[in-house]
């Protein structure tokens, strides 16, 4: 039986829908449920917004989590991996699927102009004050998990077996999804037979639920590299070892990394975000430091070109008579997200269902990264990360048009277009957990 007729036999079976209310994006009851609950889920929205937190310090956040699942008989513990959320309902026998949303902002200034835009600043965890903000729409992703909580919590007869809602720290770090698993997440509760996630994306209108399947999302890694030299006057440079110049030509040598050996039908994205050194013209200084970001897809590509950077940084320092070997501290991050191909079909057909086939989009991957991947990499547990379109159509069209960009995610100006990006978030969810857990004849 086809993905979308379980769902509508499902939905039939608990007495919910007739068969011309199947004809609508989403089955009359549940469309006006939504309708209903939604001044609840903006007003959440609106209060997620303008009170952000940072990864692992999401302590307010992640308690009016906890207390919304509880209102809708969720067992929920906190405290998972630092400051992660589990809220499990446990509805008969069937399959465990899990609904994952990110709780944790970014250090970014809003500039968004939003009567309910952040003002917060915090200390992180080097001392540092920073200004705080949504910039990535995780109040929106939450927003949409306890939407789509409610709908199910409020209409149990519809499906069989257990709804696992996780709360995730810290996905900007990308170590939160690592953190609740050293934690026991997939020990202590019970391992996820599904994982779903959604993500709010700046490249289609508001409500586009879009898909890719196999790589996803890139893997990414943080290289720090000290590079040494022997400082001096900046009027005699023969009586020193200069280690911006060698820093220079270590920029130029690892980005001929990706354009002279790899494959380029293998994606790799090196971009050196951070150099520093040096203090006043005249002096030549003893160090410099620099941080790389590095994106790649394929497991063996990630581990040659982290070895191939620490080789050309060492060979540059050899080459220009450095005193000592550079540093190259490679901090690993996580893993590129995979879409289990069998799963995406089966949920594709299901979202056609409830949003309308109009509002389904294949799109390419991105070299973005998210910690999600770690969920999907556990045994047994297939994954699926889509993507929700949250930006108006008309101001998009227009923007193209006029070839310029709009804000985008981590944008100081970031504001998604709430109310048709969370409802389809919502719609989809709840028929694809619907489908999930349909209870066997």
């Known amino acids: 039986m086809k993905p979308s007729s379980i769902l509508r036999t499902t939905l039939f079976a608990a007495g919910l829908i007739g068969a011309a209310a199947y004809a609508a994006p989403l089955p009359a009851p549940f469309a006006q449920q939504l309708n209903a ?7 959440f929205y609106q ?12 302590h307010q956040t992640a308690a009016k989590l906890a207390e919304r699942a509880k209102s809708l008989g969720f067992e929920v513990t906190t405290g998972v991996g630092g400051t992660g959320v589990v809220a499990i309902m446990k509805n008969g026998p069937g399959p465990v699927v899990m609904l994952r949303t990110e709780m944790d902002a970014l250090p ?77 997440l997939f020990k202590r509760f019970p391992k996820p037979d599904y994982a779903l996630s959604f993500h709010d994306d700046a490249t289609m209108p508001s409500g586009t639920v879009m898909y890719h399947a196999g790589p996803f999302r890139a893997s990414s890694d943080v290289v720090n590299i000290t590079v040494y030299g022997q400082g001096g006057h900046g009027a005699v440079p023969h009586e020193a070892r200069d280690p911006i110049v060698m820093a220079a030509r270590m ?48 497991p063996e590509v990630r581990k040659r070109v982290l070895a191939s950077i620490a080789r050309e940084v060492k060979g540059e320092a050899i080459a220009a008579g450095a005193p000592k070997e550079p540093l190259v501290d490679v901090q690993p991050g996580t893993d590129s997200v995979y879409n ?19 509002w389904v989009k294949e799109m390419p991957p991105k070299m973005t990264s998210e910690d999600f991947s770690q969920y999907g990499l556990q045994p047994g547990v297939k994954a699926v990360l889509l993507h929700i ?53």
Not at 37 to 43: L, R
């Open 251 to 298: 920029v130029m040598a690892i980005q001929t990394l990706v354009s002279r050996e790899n494959n380029p039908i293998d994606p790799v994205v090196i971009t050196i975000g951070s150099i520093h050194g040096g203090t006043v013209a005249n002096i030549i200084p003893d160090q410099v430091t620099m941080s790389l970001s590095v994106r790649t897809f394929k």
């Open 340 to 358: 289990d191909p069998a799963l995406i079909e089966r949920m594709v057909k299901v979202v056609q269902g409830a949003v309308g086939p109009e």
């Open 389 to 441: 379109g949250a930006v108006d159509g008309a101001r998009l069209d227009a923007a193209k048009k006029a070839g310029q960009p709009l804000p985008g995610t981590h944008s100081p100006q970031w504001a998604p277009d709430f109310k048709p990006t969370v409802t389809n978030t919502i719609k989809a969810e709840t028929a694809i957990l619907l489908d999930l857990l349909a209870p066997k004849k």
């Open 37 to 43: 609950n939604y001044p609840a889920i903006e007003t």
């Open 108 to 184: 970014v200034q809003e500039k968004t102009g939003l009567p309910y835009a952040s003002k917060v600043s915090t200390k992180t965890a080097a001392g540092e004050t920073v200004s705080v903000a949504h910039a990535c729409g995780h109040d929106l992703h939450m927003s949409a998990w306890y939407g789509t909580a409610k709908l199910m919590a409020d209409n149990r007869k519809a499906w069989s077996g257990t709804l696992m809602l996780i709360g995730q720290p810290s996905e900007e770090t990308v170590h939160g999804a690592e953190a609740m698993l050293k934690d026991g």
């Open 47 to 58: 209060d997620l917004h303008k009170n952000p937190e940072l990864g692992f310090a999401e």
